[in-house]
């Protein structure tokens, strides 16, 4: 098998790609280690050192209309979240100032819901007209479900980035949400697109989904060119369907990430919620492929110390400016 995965290296490395059928070959390797290695050594190629950074804020909290099992956020379930409909303008701004300070690149609203009104929509973009007032930090968004005329809205006040996480696969996605469509979120991200935005999308593992859908997954965000991928680990929060849910193995958890770099070799391919889930990987995983992350307080769970975590990326080599 090693040399199948120096083959595809190679092959990846001169401009090629691989194919569905290789990935879940690759999968079921023995050869983990080399697999993660080889990961890593196409995310140096295509990439280099550097590593970017990205924070969130829960901009408008709970009493979301959709079912998504694995959410604390949803109406369907009893999570004793907070629960609040727009952020204190101050306390967004608060937020932005510290993480542009620390020197996170990126820092965007995050909104509980399918979408948000028009009237929200105005509210948020004054919160977002403070930041830039204040920082240089680039501004990003993800508001559920929006239409055209409220992208362009947010493309015109400078948003960079537009966030709509796919979750899962298309096959996989009818079992953890029936309230909106696999294509609702496509023709977002492609709305999203036509505005001129850039998109951040990608998913969560560990909902009970096969290896073959997390391989179904990648290569649906590598059709859609997405470039900056967070890949999530679920946390099993008490009062959601999905709290009984038995957390992945190491190797699992290994494999994914490595292969969603050899699927997408020139992506930021970003830790994202749960990080805490797999603590005692993240050495390993920063070898496998990874070269960004979410970091500091992520919406209604508690993420990881931006110092340390810079402290840590700093340690394995990384840089934080192109």
Same mark, same amino acid.
């Given at each position: ?10 092959? /990846? ?16 390797? %023995? ?51 907070? %629960? ?50 204040? %920082? ?21 006040? =400078? ?26 979120? /496509? ?18 593992? =560990? ?29 099993? /929060? ?64 508690? =993420? ?9 990326? %700093?340690?394995? =080599?990384?840089?934080?400016? /192109?």
């Amino acid at each position: 098998m090693k040399e199948k995965i120096d083959l595809i290296k190679k092959r /990846i490395i001169n401009g090629g790609n691989i194919v569905f059928e290789e990935s879940l070959e690759l999968c079921k390797t %023995t050869e983990i280690e080399h697999l993660c290695n080889t990961a890593n050594d196409i995310r140096k190629h295509f990439t280099g050192s550097y590593f970017n950074l990205c924070s969130i804020v829960n901009a408008k909290s709970g009493k979301c209309s959709e079912n998504c099992k694995w959410c604390s956020q949803s109406s369907f379930h009893n999570t004793n979240i907070e %629960t609040y409909n727009i952020i204190d303008k101050n306390e967004a701004l608060t937020q932005a100032r510290n993480n542009f300070k620390k020197g996170v690149h990126k820092f965007s609203l995050v909104t509980s819901g399918k979408s948000v009104s028009d009237e929200k929509l105005d509210e948020l973009i004054e919160i977002y007209q403070e930041i830039k007032k204040e %920082t240089n930090i680039e501004i990003d968004a993800s508001m559920g479900l929006l239409k055209k005329h409220q992208l362009r809205k947010l493309k015109e006040i =400078g948003i960079k980035h537009y966030h709509c996480n796919l979750e899962t696969s298309r096959s996989y996605f009818p079992k953890v949400c029936t309230t909106h469509t696999y294509d609702d979120k /496509i023709k977002t991200i492609n709305l999203a697109k036509e505005v001129g935005l850039e998109i951040c999308s990608g998913g969560i593992i =560990g909902m009970g989904e096969t290896m073959e859908q997390r391989i179904e997954l990648a290569f649906e965000l590598k059709n859609l060119k997405i470039k900056s991928i967070p890949i999530n680990i679920l946390n099993p /929060i008490k009062g959601t369907a999905l709290e009984k849910t038995a957390p992945l193995s190491d190797n699992e958890i290994l494999i994914t990430f490595a292969m969603f770099r050899f699927i997408n070799p020139d992506a930021q391919i970003r830790f994202a919620g749960g990080r805490l889930q797999i603590e005692h990987l993240e050495e390993k995983l920063l070898k496998s492929g990874v070269n960004a992350a979410l970091v500091g307080n992520l919406l209604t769970t508690v =993420g990881k110390n931006i110092d340390e975590d810079i402290e840590q990326f %700093t340690r394995l =080599g990384f840089t934080f400016k /192109i």
